[in-house]
């Protein structure tokens, strides 16, 4: 017999506490959730892309263990795209255009020309309104007071009400789905499935449950990274927890700069940052020239390190 002809039996990979979930609604907001609809692969399936072989394999878990660990920490990516899950979102429309800004995920998403819109949007507690902030033209920092944040509420109801009313309106006097959508606001619900492979999946959630990102979406990646991958993949993401979400990145520089720091060599430290432009001073304030490379370095230094916080100046 050709040896072609030789069925190999295989067996599905499976995750049991992934499994346990399937299906199950994560809330998020106040109407949106996310939910599991299949996936593909665990732990054991990226041991196996990396070591092409069939089955459970006789290598002992601490093992795999240190596999995965050493694929990830040198940024071995194809063994992790073996793993794929598709989950189910429903989102508000101003999240979700952040969301599917990550191009390497397959999409399905729910369609206003073809259905009425969702009828629900999200709303913002009297003492959720954020502050723009002053040093992030792209972020909020601090909440508005709750007497201004009551009356901004009442206010969102009320234009949620309005947009909902007009766009009832359209439909019911015959005017098509697709025209009738446009003055909805970006707080209404849309829902979608969501494809994606592991590693694309890990840097969505770098990126989205980073402290910087907008609080919305940083509330779906935390639930889909502690509850769902956690269940999935745990070594995986123990891993990507320990040296990409929590590890720190320095540049060559920076590199330099800490090892004098380490070293208490102040004075070294302070000419790398010189040589890298980060005590440009401002002739009209004698003030240093804001540096966002150099803010960013700091706010690094401060979560791992205690230096003296005057080092720059001394």
């Known amino acids: 017999m050709d040896n072609h002809d030789i069925a190999i039996a295989l067996t599905r990979d499976s995750a049991p506490d992934l499994d346990s979930v399937l299906g199950m609604k994560f809330p998020c907001l106040d109407d949106g959730f996310v939910r599991v609809i299949d996936y593909l692969g665990s732990d054991s399936s990226i041991v196996q892309a990396a070591r092409i072989s069939y089955g459970a394999g006789t290598r002992a878990v601490h093992e795999d263990r240190g596999l ?40 399905n998403e729910y369609s206003t020309r073809y259905s009425v819109a969702i009828d629900a949007a999200q709303r913002t507690g009297a003492d959720e309104w954020r502050l723009q902030s002053a040093a992030n033209r792209q972020g909020s920092s601090g909440t508005i007071d709750r007497e201004t944040g009551t009356v901004l509420s009442q206010r969102e109801i009320q234009l949620q009400h309005l947009a909902r009313e007009v766009y009832d309106e ?80 320095l540049s060559s520089g920076e590199v330099a700069v800490v090892a004098s720091l380490l070293t208490g060599d102040f004075v070294g430290a302070r000419k790398q940052a010189a040589q890298m432009g980060w005590l440009d001073v401002n002739p009209d304030s004698n003030q240093l020239r804001r540096n966002r490379e150099r803010d960013e370095f700091l706010e690094k230094l401060a979560d791992r390190f205690s230096f003296p916080v005057n080092w720059l100046s001394e």
């Not at 989950?87 to 999409?107: F, Y």
């Not at 009738?180 to 770098?206: C, G, I």
């Not at 980073?210 to 891993?239: C, F, L, M, N, S």
């Open 68 to 107: 995965i660990r050493y694929l990830l920490r040198h940024r071995h990516t194809t063994p992790f795209e073996m793993c794929e899950i598709k989950l189910h979102v429903r989102v508000p429309m101003d999240t979700w255009r952040q969301w599917i800004r990550h191009r390497t995920a397959n999409v």
């Open 170 to 249: 359209r439909l019911k006097l015959g005017v098509s789905r697709e025209q009738a959508r446009k003055d909805l606001p970006l707080s209404t619900y849309t829902e979608a499935y969501w494809k994606v492979d592991l590693w694309n999946l890990m840097h969505f959630l770098q990126v989205r449950m980073d402290t910087h990102a907008q609080a919305e979406i940083r509330e779906y990646a935390g639930i889909i990274g502690h509850e769902i991958v956690a269940k999935w993949v745990p070594i995986a993401w123990q891993a990507f927890l320990d040296y990409h979400f929590n590890g720190l990145h």
